[in-house]
C-alpha cells in the first residue's frame, strides 16, 4: 500500500493540525514543554536510563519529530546518560522535509538538532530507515508503515513506550486492544509507558495488555495524563513534578 503523506496546517495560534486527522500534533500551550512533561517525565526519564549500557524506546506516531527532538537533547545533555540509545518510532503519514520544518520552527533551543533530523530524513518509502546521530551513539528507526500491521512483526526488548497518536476518537486503531497486547509483547523487565490520553477506551485496553496504569497530573490545560508499567501491581509515587532536568529551554521552550 503506498504512503500518503501528512497534509500540515497551522491555525491561528501557530499549533500544527494534522489535515488528515483533523487534530492538532501538540498542545498550543507549547509543544517541547508538552514532551518533556507527559513523555519523558512520565516514563521516569532521563534517570531510567541513567548508567546503562544501553535503552530502547518506541513510539507510535512520529509526527513533527518532536518527542524524539526532545528525547535527544535530554540524552545529550544527559551525563550519566546510557552509552547507546535506540529511538524507534512508527509513522504511517510521514511528513515531507518542508513541513517538519515550517513546524520545527517554533522550537529555536531544538534548532540544530532538528537540522540535523532534517538533513538526513529518509526518502518517501515503505518501511524501515535507520538514521544514526551522535557518532552511532544514537540511533533513530523510523517506520513507515501502519502500526497495527508493523509492531506485530518487530522483535526488540522496549524500555519505554511513548503512546502519541492522534485521539483515540479520530485515530482507534493506534489505541485498541490488539496493538496494546503487541506493544506488551514487546516490554523489556520493568517497562514504562506514558501518553497524554486518559480515556477509558485507552485504559482498558492497556489494562486488558497487562499494564498497571495510573492517571497523573497533565500538562497545561489537560487536567490528567497517563502512565503505565508492564506487569505491574502498582506504581510508584509521582515523580513528574520533582525532575529539574527536564525543562524547556529558558529562552522561549
Given at each position: 500500500?503506498?504512503?500518503?503523506?501528512?497534509?500540515?496546517t497551522l491555525?491561528?495560534?501557530?499549533?500544527?493540525?494534522?489535515?488528515t486527522?483533523?487534530?492538532i500534533?501538540h498542545?498550543?500551550?507549547g509543544?517541547?514543554?508538552?514532551?518533556?512533561h507527559?513523555?519523558?517525565?512520565?516514563?521516569?526519564?532521563?534517570?531510567?536510563?541513567?548508567?546503562?549500557d544501553?535503552?530502547?524506546?518506541l513510539?507510535?506516531?512520529?509526527?513533527?519529530?518532536?518527542?524524539f527532538?526532545?528525547?535527544?537533547?535530554?540524552?545529550r545533555?544527559?551525563?550519566q546518560?546510557?552509552?547507546?540509545?535506540?529511538?524507534?518510532?512508527v509513522?504511517k503519514?510521514?511528513?515531507a522535509?518542508a513541513d517538519?520544518?515550517?513546524?520545527?520552527?517554533?522550537?529555536?533551543?531544538?534548532?540544530d538538532?532538528?537540522?540535523?533530523?532534517?538533513?538526513?530524513?529518509?526518502?518517501?518509502v515503505?518501511g524501515?530507515?535507520?538514521?544514526?546521530?551522535?557518532?552511532g551513539?544514537l540511533?533513530?528507526?523510523?517506520?513507515?508503515?501502519?502500526?497495527?500491521?508493523?509492531?506485530?512483526?518487530?522483535?526488540?526488548?522496549?524500555?519505554a513506550f511513548?503512546l502519541?497518536?492522534?485521539?483515540?476518537a479520530?485515530?482507534?486503531e493506534?489505541?485498541?486492544?490488539?496493538?496494546?497486547?503487541?506493544?506488551?509483547?514487546?516490554?523489556?523487565?520493568g517497562a514504562?509507558?506514558a501518553?497524554?490520553s486518559?480515556?477509558?477506551s485507552?485504559r482498558?485496553?492497556?489494562?486488558?495488555a497487562?499494564f498497571?496504569?495510573?492517571?497523573?497530573?497533565g500538562?497545561?490545560?489537560k487536567?490528567?495524563?497517563?502512565?503505565?508499567?508492564?506487569?505491574?501491581?502498582?506504581?510508584?509515587p509521582?515523580?513528574?513534578?520533582?525532575?529539574?532536568t527536564?525543562?524547556?529551554?529558558?529562552?522561549?521552550?
Amino acid at each position: 500500500m503506498p504512503l500518503e503523506a501528512a497534509r500540515l496546517t497551522l491555525a491561528a495560534d501557530g499549533t500544527p493540525i494534522s489535515e488528515t486527522y483533523g487534530d492538532i500534533y501538540h498542545s498550543s500551550a507549547g509543544g517541547h514543554a508538552q514532551a518533556l512533561h507527559v513523555f519523558l517525565a512520565g516514563n521516569g526519564l532521563p534517570a531510567r536510563w541513567q548508567g546503562r549500557d544501553g535503552f530502547t524506546i518506541l513510539e507510535t506516531g512520529f509526527g513533527l519529530g518532536l518527542n524524539f527532538l526532545a528525547t535527544w537533547r535530554a540524552w545529550r545533555d544527559d551525563t550519566q546518560g546510557c552509552r547507546k540509545l535506540h529511538f524507534i518510532s512508527v509513522e504511517k503519514h510521514p511528513l515531507a522535509a518542508a513541513d517538519l520544518a515550517l513546524a520545527h520552527a517554533a522550537w529555536p533551543e531544538l534548532g540544530d538538532l532538528a537540522a540535523q533530523l532534517r538533513r538526513f530524513w529518509p526518502p518517501f518509502v515503505a518501511g524501515a530507515h535507520r538514521l544514526e546521530f551522535e557518532g552511532g551513539r544514537l540511533i533513530l528507526t523510523l517506520i513507515f508503515a501502519d502500526a497495527v500491521e508493523v509492531v506485530p512483526t518487530l522483535t526488540m526488548a522496549v524500555d519505554a513506550f511513548y503512546l502519541d497518536g492522534f485521539s483515540p476518537a479520530r485515530n482507534p486503531e493506534l489505541w485498541s486492544t490488539g496493538l496494546c497486547r503487541s506493544l506488551a509483547c514487546l516490554a523489556a523487565p520493568g517497562a514504562t509507558l506514558a501518553t497524554w490520553s486518559v480515556a477509558g477506551s485507552v485504559r482498558r485496553a492497556l489494562s486488558a495488555a497487562q499494564f498497571a496504569v495510573e492517571k497523573r497530573s497533565g500538562f497545561a490545560h489537560k487536567r490528567q495524563m497517563l502512565v503505565g508499567r508492564y506487569g505491574a501491581v502498582s506504581l510508584p509515587p509521582n515523580t513528574l513534578a520533582n525532575n529539574p532536568t527536564l525543562r524547556a529551554d529558558e529562552d522561549g521552550g
